[in-house]
Structure formats: C-alpha cells, structure tokens
C-alpha cells in the first residue's frame, strides 16, 4: 500500500482523521465550531476535503496538524 506523506504523519502521531457526513447547515455549524478551536496539545483542528454528496450532504475530514508555534 502507497501511503502519502500526510497519511504517514497522522499514522506517527496517532491521530487519526475524522470524517463527516451532515446535512449542510449542521455540517457549517460543526465545521464553524472545529475553525474556532484553539490549538491543542500542538495540533491544530483544519477542515479538509469539503464537498456535496448526490443526496445533497455534506462529508468533509477534520485533521489535525502539528501547530507552528
């Protein structure tokens, strides 16, 4: 199996990514409140992958990403 550089990195830090499936007010609400999380822990919380499934859904992946600071 092939893994991307940023598959390896959550593998190493052990935290996995998160995936959503909402209906679109719900999935800007949590997406809204992930935004607004203040790193923790040196990871910070970003959305990714955002898009609208066939039955008008949303599915999008919450990462974490080691902070700068």
């Not at 390896?8 to 935004?35: C, Q, V």
């Not at 607004?36 to 992958?49: A, F, H, I, L, S």
Request: with cysteine; charged share 25%; aromatic share 6%.
């Amino acid at each position: 199996m092939l893994l991307r550089p940023g598959d390896l990195a959550n593998r190493m830090s052990g935290i996995a990514p998160e995936t959503f499936k909402l209906p679109i007010d719900a999935a800007r609400r949590k997406a809204r409140e992930i935004l607004d999380q203040c790193p923790q822990g040196g990871y910070t919380p970003v959305v990714e992958n955002w898009r609208q499934l066939s039955d008008g859904q949303i599915e999008f992946t919450l990462r974490h990403l080691p902070s700068a600071d």
